[in-house]
């Protein structure tokens, strides 16, 4: 093991110092001397940074190799600031604006940060399971030889310990498990307090059970080296010390010295005379906040010693607030120095007033040499890459053949077919889907390329020669991850691959399938995915209650809503299969362009029968959101509108009432996300002066002003019933607003109101005379 110089010790120790001084100051400024214009709280974490600034320290100027990506804790923002500002990546006018429009974020941001995030953290736990999967992209890609084992890193998590409480952490490293996941750090900030309070004893024993019964190497730092040395001298001290509970713990070092030692003569009396007649209160204190956590040669060392690849959870022993006036105070989460703390804060770093922001202030000459040294280091490592978009050509997707067909069926089609035509697209997908692979139409394409694992999985059953559809082998070059029923995984799972461009400078093209309900499983980390640009191909099937017999606690409404209030991600709603071929070749291209994103195309198992075309007038309306699959006459006083699986209905519709509705038009809606986009941007660009209008705006304008129409989706209504704000139409919505009951699908669409009958209804209500 390399053991470090004792002058880069001494430099680190100073770094820290550094680092926990920039990050109170800089949440100290936005609170207290920037101007504020609305008079709200800017808020920040002086607490939170100050109990992980070693660890910090530690990490970035000593033990992180140039291809390590971290995941901060959200609210350790400002540490990682400091951190680039030191280096030279960060501006003083960035942090002088943190919490401020265009200046240092919040939470560490991939997307609005101007220095290196490599994963963007807010919502706490996704941040920690990403790493897992992002591991899991590297294995991934240096086994298909994309990669150069020399090039692999590691990935680090810094967690706060309540954040130990979300699910998703466990979901993921039991999938980590499966998988075999390595090069993990996964280090909790042990300051036993979470945002209302200390947190519960009861679950410390537990986490490190959870974490190596999957695996993972568990390392507690729980003394620092001067706490360890007294403590194992002092075997009474040492056992009733660590009787205390968080509670009692963290109001110790709160309260300080003088309480230390009655409490510490209350317990053991005599026979701690001898050992507290060596301190005076301030050194008793000091000496009781040497955890693990805050020494900088325990951090080092543990550090050094796993530098394996096997996955390892530290549990780095803190305080919260360490060094600060309301260390240990359980209500210091969000705790603020006011300035009579923060000068006497100032002068104990050894800041000149006025000198606040000055990088290296407060250290002398001697030690400088060695801190500039170590930074120098560090730089080299921490430099932000720039996105790699724009490598991989993507081809014409032929359209599968067939009269009737399911959207579903049409995407296991297409992807089979490219699958043999090959290519470099081809090769460059990668499935993956929580359990439910066969059920959403991937099978043709796994059977094709295999599943992903690291070491080899023979499949049995073909083994066996026992008959089966699907062939399960698993291989290091198969291109399908098949993950546990967890949907927060499968998106933490398509965020990491969607950041292979980033990550790695390897584009990937990830195609997730689940069921269309169970998106709501794991919205979070699909928000999250989104929120990091993250680009993938989401296909939700089947959808709606279109799938009839098969159950209605899977019907799924309102993921068109969601999807329509979800940046970053766009929807498609196809009725045929010739739609769903354009958009995802559509898909493709826009995961690979720096102004694309992320698609969720939602499909469905009903098989119907195909539109017959004349040109291919529609493909461009389609994937701008809609088309006139009926054009209307001039100046109608009615249309249909209609989205996915339900188009028969629309059709026999249309069919029927045309005849007795001159001019009734029917429009096929394909995204009303994109619709809807288009139609507020138009109005913003208006006042701006440009007088383009949107899509929506330009197909509902052949209508008549006061047209009626009747929108009909296997969804919310409220998916389409806004069109009729676009132009001042009048909207009979038809759609589906309650769930749960099985049935033939002439049962549900007349139950819901989505046939032919409702149709008509509709219509001629519309049409009767105001
Ligand atoms: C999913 C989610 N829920 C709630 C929050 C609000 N929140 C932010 S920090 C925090 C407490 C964190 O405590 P801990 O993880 O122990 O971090 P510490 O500040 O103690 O280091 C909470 C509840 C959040 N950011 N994300
Ligand atoms: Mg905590």
Redesign the pocket.
């Known amino acids: 093991m390399l053991q470090p110089a004792t002058t880069d010790i001494e430099s680190l120790k100073i770094l820290d110092d550094r680092l926990r001084w920039l990050s109170a100051w800089t949440i100290h400024h936005a609170n207290h001397i920037r101007n504020s214009t609305d008079g709200l709280k800017v808020g920040g974490?002086q607490a939170?940074c100050a109990?992980m600034s070693a660890l910090m320290a530690a990490l970035y100027f000593h033990a992180l190799g140039p291809n390590d990506r971290v995941a901060v804790?959200?609210?350790a923002g400002p540490l990682l600031h400091a951190i680039h500002y030191l280096l030279g990546g960060q501006s003083r006018e960035a942090l002088e604006n943190f919490r401020g429009f265009g200046g240092a974020q919040s939470y560490p941001s991939r997307t609005k940060d101007s220095i290196p995030v490599d994963f963007s953290t807010?919502?706490?736990?996704l941040g920690v399971a990403i790493t897992l999967f992002a591991s899991l992209m590297q294995d991934y890609l240096t086994a298909h030889g994309r990669m150069d084992e020399a090039d692999r890193g590691r990935f680090v998590a810094l967690i706060?310990?309540?954040?130990l409480d979300?699910g998703n952490i466990y979901e993921a490293i039991i999938e980590g498990a499966k998988h075999d996941v390595r090069n993990l750090w996964w280090i909790i900030?042990y300051?036993r307090?979470?945002?209302d309070a200390t947190s519960a004893d009861r679950m410390f024993e537990r986490f490190d059970e959870i974490f190596r019964s999957c695996g993972w190497r568990v390392v507690e730092l729980r003394y620092g080296r001067k706490l360890k040395a007294a403590l194992d001298a002092q075997p009474k001290l040492k056992a009733w010390f660590e009787t205390l509970s968080n509670a009692e713990l963290s109001a110790l070092h709160y309260q300080g010295g003088a309480t230390w030692r009655a409490r510490i003569q209350a317990a053991l009396g005599k026979s701690a005379a001898a050992f507290l007649k060596g301190y005076d209160d301030a050194a008793l204190a000091a000496l009781f906040t040497d955890l693990g956590g805050h020494c900088m040669e325990s951090l080092v060392e543990a550090f050094a010693a796993a530098d394996d690849d096997v996955p390892t959870l530290f549990i780095a022993w803190t305080i919260?607030g360490f060094g600060l006036p309301f260390a240990g105070h359980k209500d210091n989460?969000s705790g603020l120095m006011n300035p009579t703390q923060m000068t006497a804060f100032r002068e104990a770093m050894g800041v000149r007033e006025g000198e606040e922001w000055a990088p290296l202030e407060g250290i002398g000459d001697n030690a400088r040499t060695g801190v500039e040294a170590l930074l120098e280091r560090a730089r080299i490592a921490r430099d932000k890459r720039s996105r790699a978009f724009g490598s991989v050509a993507v081809p014409a997707l032929p359209v599968p053949a067939g009269e009737e067909q399911s959207t579903q069926a049409a995407f296991g089609r297409i992807l089979l077919d490219l699958s043999k035509a090959g290519g470099e697209l081809a090769n460059r997908i990668l499935t993956t889907s929580p359990d439910v692979t066969v059920s959403t139409n991937l099978g043709a394409w796994v059977n094709q390329r295999g599943l992903f694992r690291r070491s080899e999985m023979a499949d049995i059953f073909a083994q066996e020669k026992i008959a089966s559809a699907q062939k399960w082998s698993a291989t290091n070059n198969g291109q399908h991850v098949e993950l546990g029923i967890a949907e927060s995984n499968l998106f933490l799972m398509l965020a990491a691959a969607g950041l292979s461009g980033d990550l790695f400078g390897q584009r990937l093209f990830p195609v997730g399938t689940l069921y269309d309900p169970f998106i709501a499983r794991g919205l979070d980390a699909l928000n999250y995915a989104c929120y990091q640009d993250a680009r993938f191909l989401l296909v939700a099937t089947p959808s709606g209650i279109t799938l009839g017999p098969e159950g209605g606690a899977h019907q799924s409404i309102n993921p068109p809503l969601i999807a329509l209030g979800q940046p970053g991600l766009r929807h498609y709603e196809p009725a045929f299969a010739d739609e769903l071929a354009a958009m995802m070749e559509h898909a493709f291209r826009l995961i690979d362009d720096p102004a694309g994103e992320s698609t969720y195309l939602r499909l469905s198992t009903r098989s119907i029968a195909q539109a017959e075309r004349t040109g291919n007038g529609w493909r461009e309306g389609a994937l701008a959101g809609g088309y006139w699959l009926r054009e209307p006459g001039a100046n109608a006083n009615a249309a249909i509108v209609a989205m996915g699986a339900v188009m028969p209905e629309a059709l026999a519709a249309w069919e029927e009432l045309s005849d007795d509705v001159p001019g009734l038009g029917l429009l096929a809606v394909t995204s009303p996300d994109l619709l809807h986009r288009g139609w507020t941007a138009a109005q913003a660009g208006r006042w701006k002066g440009e007088r383009q209008p949107s899509h929506i705006e330009h197909l509902l304008s052949r209508l008549a002003p006061g047209a009626g129409l009747v929108t009909l989706a296997d969804a919310a209504p409220a998916s389409l019933s806004w069109l009729g704000g676009v132009l001042g139409q009048r909207v009979a919505p038809l759609g589906v607003e309650k769930f749960g009951q099985t049935g033939s699908l002439a049962d549900l669409y007349a139950t819901y109101r989505l046939d032919g009958d409702a149709i008509t209804e509709a219509v001629a209500e519309l049409l009767l005379p105001a």
């Not at 807010?122 to 736990?125: A, D, F, I, Y």
């Not at 706060?160 to 954040?163: C, L, N, P, S, T």
């Open positions: 974490h939170s109990s804790k959200p609210h807010g919502s706490v736990g706060g310990d309540a954040e979300e900030d300051n307090q979470s945002l919260k989460h």
